[in-house]
């Protein structure tokens, strides 16, 4: 039963400290979303990658968050420096092609809580 | 440019009840159309989906039919269970290069013994 896979499940760290997701897609999807969820805004499209290319990171402070696919088996999403109003649920999916009616495949998240 | 409204939650029925949560969209062309379910503290999992006009998704007793003659896609089930307590997006992607989900708000089902 292949699923995507995010690590951590949980962090907790303190303001200013930097903080690194990953998530390994579903062997064989070739497109890797990140979400990040929270009670205010509900589910936010923070980037996404195409064949490791990103193709959409206009949803993400570029500031202080970077995302990367050092290779197809793994996505990263790092915040440097983090700050408390990044708190929040961040979710990898990942899909099989770019055609009509694609399903994106869910991890099951990583919470961060930064103090 | 494109956007999905549920109706509101929370929602709370009892066991065996009928349910129904709305959904109706705006988009530029003919999307696809989701429901996601989460449930406590995980992910989202694709409930079902349709992708053209009148299809029908189904899974787990739970039905939407896509209805592009109200831009609408109601998530229906005859007779729930307390195991059915999530929350629910509706969502929907259109061709083209930017393949991004656009998701509604979720709305929390409770469904009581």
């Known amino acids: 039963d292949a699923r995507v896979t995010q690590t951590p499940r949980h962090k907790v760290t303190e303001m200013g400290q930097e903080v690194t997701m990953r998530c390994q897609p579903i062997?064989?999807?070739?497109?890797v979303f990140w979400y990040r969820q929270t009670m205010m805004q509900g589910l936010e499209l923070l980037a996404y990658f195409r064949n490791r290319a990103p193709l959409d990171d206009s949803g993400m402070p570029k500031d202080r968050f970077s995302a990367e696919m050092p290779d197809a088996t793994l996505a990263t999403l790092k915040i440097q420096p983090s700050e408390p109003r990044d708190s929040a649920v961040y979710f990898c999916?990942?899909?099989?092609?770019?055609?009509?009616?694609?399903?994106?495949?869910f991890g099951p998240g990583t919470r961060l809580l930064v103090l | 440019g494109n956007s999905v409204t549920q109706m509101e939650g929370p929602v709370t029925l009892s066991e065996e009840a009928f349910l129904t949560i709305n959904c109706t969209y705006t988009a530029t062309g003919y999307p696809s159309l989701f429901w996601y379910v989460q449930y406590p503290g995980e992910g989202l999992q694709l409930l079902l989906k349709?992708?053209?006009?009148?299809d029908k998704g189904s899974n787990k007793g739970f039905e939407a039919t896509y209805r592009k003659e109200t831009t609408s896609f109601h998530l229906e089930k005859g007779s729930v269970q307390v195991s059915d307590s999530a929350v629910y997006f509706c969502a929907l992607i259109l061709s083209g290069s930017a393949r991004q989900l656009t998701f509604g708000s979720g709305t929390q089902l409770t469904v009581l013994p």
């Open positions: 349709a992708t053209k006009a009148d």
């Open positions: 062997l064989g999807h070739n497109t």
């Open positions: 999916a990942s899909g099989s092609n770019f055609r009509m009616g694609e399903t994106q495949y």
